[in-house]
């Protein structure tokens, strides 16, 4: 985790230095304010890398180093099932048409996005009840 905890330090660091230089460079002084979307999209950016880079910092401090941060790791120590990975499903399809409906909510007219959100909700308990019915349950 040490790597990649790195990499997103970095990628903190470097919109931490560069929104503020976007925000004075688009500083508009008739209205007010910088360019409104360029400005929340870069500190939505830096706050999300900062979220990632702490859970990868915390998770690296309290798993210890893995093999593949370690100077001396060997191939053999990574050796093993790599976790759980869930069978075919068809909630994600879903769950994007339920998305993709809400957002044509906002262009085609409320109502829409109502049906949308309950096809959403369809599909957010079909995630969670997914391995207690069918062929899979446990």
Request: net charge negative; hydrophobic share 55%.
């Amino acid at each position: 985790m040490k790597t990649e905890a790195k990499l997103f330090l970095f990628m903190v660091i470097f919109f931490a230095i560069v929104t503020p230089i976007y925000v004075i460079m688009t500083w508009d002084a008739a209205v007010g304010h910088p360019e409104v979307i360029g400005t929340t999209v870069l500190v939505l950016t830096l706050l999300f890398c900062a979220m990632i880079w702490g859970l990868l910092a915390r998770t690296g401090r309290s798993t210890g180093a893995r093999p593949e941060d370690r100077a001396d790791g060997e191939i053999i120590e990574g050796a093993g099932a790599l976790g759980f990975f869930p069978p075919t499903s068809i909630i994600p399809f879903w769950s994007t048409i339920a998305i993709a409906i809400m957002l044509l909510g906002a262009v085609f007219g409320w109502w829409l996005t109502l049906l949308g959100a309950g096809l959403g909700i369809y599909a957010a308990l079909g995630w969670a009840y997914e391995y207690y019915v069918g062929d899979y349950q446990h």
